[in-house]
């Protein structure tokens, strides 16, 4: 039974991992099973509650009285005690110093969520909420959860595609019999004979720290009652079919959740307060002809050196697109002018917005005078593009970015690569201007792509909508767990 006091609702209690790509999307799962009837409630810690949450939570309450309230429950997490700076409480902290990312900080920090073991036992046995949906990053919790009878999801918050190749390449080892680490091979077992090359898969070495972690969360997840994939069933419908007959029990296409915020202050205040001014900046883009503007971003952990960030100036004034750049830093003018080519500013005045910091992504997409989105491959920020009916240039830089970056160039055909050849922990390959400027007006240039992506934001849309597939598979889920109290209530 839920806490509300209302038997009929469900209680679903979520608990993202700390890092902006996984709090993004749990905050519209919230919404989206608030919106559905349930009683939703986020897991964090003081400084994300603050930071991330409070605000958008309590709009969404305050816009939609008729819904049960999104809740927050607070847990501490003792940074200095486990070994952590005071005040590292989510990815962004490691990631906005560059020393703190070489010291290791990435690993101690995911391996210090061991911590909310005890905190979440407790918690769990007062709030029996119906169902838990634990971040991957929190193996421990599918049996923290069965103590107290409790289902517990998975989320990845990433795609079918990803957690298929992950599954093929970890089961048919087919890196060991390449010749060389940048030879290309296909993926055994994986539909569509997809070619990839060793030096762009995610780390294999079972018997590291990432490894044996690994391990425990495959485990987790096969002892789970299921998994929540932010995505929907016409994107990759082999790889979703797959993944539910070869790789997991279960699991329930729910997504693209982007598309759960429709209101212009949704839309612009994801994540953090954008570097920008909303406005200004729709009123740039209003001022700009239908799909005239690129839109470059990696993310909210990548880190260029001045070096790079000056190629892809270069690239992009050599394009003669328009453009915006978000650029991943606090920069003052004379910070600016170590990486952007002298004249740069003046040249470019009117034709491209650098944004220093966090932009409005989904309002920027979502304009129509954006015609193209030059992505990391954060899954995301991928389906985010895909969702707005873009063609893309892919340039993964780590994780899994490599295979999301397969999924929009082999499989979807609605991108091209830049040109990266392989893995980096925070920055890949230099990438030389010549290549940015013809991957750039590749991108901008070709209709066929722009067709089919358009009309994938199309089915994205179609999805969502009620009695489209996403809609269908959430009502389904409810369904499942309503069934699961019903027959705990006879226990
Ligand atoms: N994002 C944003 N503004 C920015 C950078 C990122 O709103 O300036 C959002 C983006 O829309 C996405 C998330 O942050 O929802 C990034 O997640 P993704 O999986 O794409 O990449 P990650 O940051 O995890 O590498």
Redesign the pocket.
Known sequence: MGTSGDVSKLHILFFPYM????M??TLDMAKLFATKGAKSTILTTPLNSTLFFEKPIKSFNQENPGLEDIAIKILNFPCTELGLPEGCENTDFIFSNPDLVKAGLTLKFLLAMNYFQEPLEQLLETMKPDCLVGNMFFPWATKVADKFGVPRLVFH?TGYFSLCTSYCVRLHKPYEKVASSSEPFVIPELPGDIVITDEQLIEKEEESVMGRFMKEIRESERDSFGVLVNSFYELEPAYSDFYKNVVAKRAWDIGPL?LRNRGFEEKAE???K?SIDEHECVKWLDSKKCDSVIYL??????NFNNEQLLEIAAGLEMSEHDFIW?V?KNCSQVEMEEWLPEGFEERTKGRGLI?C??????LILDHQAVGGFL??C?????L?GVASGLPMVTWPLG?E?FYNEKLVTQVLKTGVCVGVTKMSKVVGDFISREKVERAVREVMCGEERRKHAKELAEMAKDAVKEGGSSDIEVDRLMEELMLVRLQKGKE
């Open positions: 890092a902006h790509g996984h993004i999307p918050g982007s994801r994540g953090k954008a971003s990696f993310g909210s952990m990548a978000v991943n944004i910091g966090w932009a409005p992504q989904v992505t990391h954060g899954w995301n920020s991928l985010e994780a970015q």
